[in-house]
Each structure stands twice: as structure tokens, then as C-alpha cells.
């Protein structure tokens, strides 16, 4: 029997360029075996499309993190934790080390990304659904193989995209969120770090005894960029900008997302010898 199956591995292998199995040579094809997984933010009450190659995961509301007392939990905006698919004014529960959880703690804070496109500000507190919704950020979670960079400005252009990738977004470099004591920062190698639209606040805060409002003591923190004080002396009395146009030409550092442009091949090979296929 194992003579038999000798024969018969034999016999189907190649004697030479022309074949002896009644084969032919073909080139290698690639398998991009990659998988990345992306969330992008709307800022506005419309649901984002994933970029073109990539397939929509789910969709939801743009959370920023979590707060109760002085600890808190922040969101990578690039990443799929950012993207709940429900809204909930306060969806933590804190259980201490008797075995008792307490959910809806006064205390307790969660953050979300607001909309760039509401031109009032919600400063009295709300506790009607219909009245918060549309001040929440809408988020998509987008799944492909192509990876995304990127690039933040040193100066007043919007950085380009290198060879071999492609634009998906551009926007202004957001750093970070202060809310009374907590602290909301995003990476500036993360997708999340380049919004779409500059604004302020950036934030809306929920409690837990369910109200969501705009507190004046937010702060929000952005990449700034400023080409004509080149003197670093000179900084420490501050620039002010009084309007929205001074502060997205002069004042805020733009940035750039750029997907790779890889074919298959590029990515991942399946060998480096010829496979034979039958005819």
C-alpha cells in the first residue's frame, strides 16, 4: 500500500517546464490576510459611511468614557469601544467588595462625543430621551484590510497622503477633554485624535441620576499651530482667537487620515514557488 502511494505522489509531479501531470505554471496570488477594525464619527445626527473596501461592523452613539469620583476611563475614538450601538445616560454599575452593585450612582459620569451641527448648547440639564439624542455624535464601526495613518500638520496646509495610500478624512487634531477632575485624551496615532470638525465643547456629560448637559467648566484641548510667533518667549501672555474661522485657519493644527493602498500581493504572498494547477 505505501509503494502504491509513492507511485502515485510521483507520478504527479513535475518532470520540467512543460509538466508532466498535464499542468501549468501559474503566477502566485496573494492573500491579504490582515484585518483591521476602524470607528468613525459623524459628529452630526447622521450615521457615517466605513470607508470604500471596508464593510460596516455596526452602528451606534460616539462615547467619549466613563468617570466616578476622581477615576476615569476614556475612549480611543478610533477604536470599536467608542461605538456603543445604545445610548444609555448612565450604563455603569460599581460593585464593591461585599458582593453589593449599585447602578445610577449620583456620582457617576459618562461622556459623549456631542454634534458639530447644533448650534445651541444644552446648558440646563435634560432628562428626556427625545430632548438628548440629537446632541450625541453618531459612529459607525468599519472592518477591512487596508491600514489607516495618520498625519498632523506642522504648519497651515493639510498634510498630504505619502505614495501608496489614500485620503479617507480630513480634519483638526483633537489632544484631549477636562471635565471638573476627569481627564478624556486621545492618542495622536489613533484615527480618533483627527475629528472632522472643530468645536466647542466637544463633550456632553451625563449623570448618573439621568440628566445630560454642557458644564461650563468644560475644557477642551487641540493641537495648536501658529506660523508667525516664532519666538517661543513670546507665548506666555497667550493668542487669543475670538472666532470660529481665526481658530480653524490660525489657531488648530489640521490632519489628515490616509488608508493604504495595498494590492493583495503587497500585503502577503502565499509562496515563493510557482503552484501548478490542473487542467
Not at 55 to 82: C, M, P
Not at 140 to 158: F, L, P
Not at 246 to 267: A, F, Y
Amino acid at each position: 500500500y505505501q509503494r502504491r502511494v509513492r507511485e502515485a505522489v510521483v507520478s504527479t509531479q513535475s518532470t520540467g517546464e512543460s509538466g508532466g501531470c498535464d499542468c501549468v505554471l501559474e503566477e502566485p496570488r496573494g492573500c491579504n490576510c490582515d484585518t483591521h477594525v476602524y470607528a468613525v464619527h459623524s459628529q452630526t445626527s447622521r450615521l457615517p459611511s466605513c470607508p470604500d473596501g471596508f464593510k460596516t461592523l455596526w452602528q451606534g452613539y460616539s462615547l467619549l468614557g466613563y468617570a466616578s469620583g476622581e477615576i476615569t476611563s476614556s475612549q480611543d475614538l478610533g477604536r470599536a469601544g467608542s461605538c456603543v450601538e445604545s445610548f444609555d445616560v448612565m450604563s455603569m454599575m460599581s460593585c464593591d467588595g461585599t458582593g453589593v452593585c449599585r447602578h445610577g450612582v449620583g456620582s457617576d459620569k459618562s461622556f459623549w462625543l456631542m454634534n458639530s451641527d447644533k448650534e445651541d448648547v444644552p446648558l440646563k440639564p435634560m432628562s428626556n430621551m427625545d430632548q438628548i439624542l440629537p446632541y450625541i455624535s453618531r459612529c459607525s464601526v468599519c472592518m477591512g484590510t487596508n491600514k489607516a495613518v495618520v498625519k498632523h500638520a506642522v504648519g497651515r496646509e493639510q498634510p498630504r497622503c505619502d505614495n501608496g495610500f489614500k485620503q479617507m478624512l480630513t480634519g483638526y487634531t483633537y489632544l484631549m477633554a477636562m471635565a471638573q477632575k476627569a481627564g478624556l485624551g486621545q492618542n495622536l496615532n489613533s484615527m480618533g485624535s483627527c475629528l472632522r470638525s472643530p468645536q466647542s465643547p466637544v463633550l456632553l456629560e451625563c449623570l448618573g441620576r439621568g440628566t445630560c448637559s454642557v458644564y461650563v467648566d468644560h475644557v477642551d484641548f487641540w493641537l495648536a499651530q501658529d506660523p508667525t510667533r516664532i519666538n517661543p518667549g513670546a507665548w506666555g501672555m497667550g493668542v487669543i482667537y475670538s472666532n470660529m474661522k481665526d481658530i480653524k485657519d490660525d489657531g488648530l493644527t489640521k490632519c489628515s487620515i490616509c488608508i493604504k493602498n495595498s494590492s493583495p500581493l503587497e500585503i502577503a504572498q502565499l509562496g515563493n514557488k510557482r503552484r501548478r494547477r490542473r487542467l
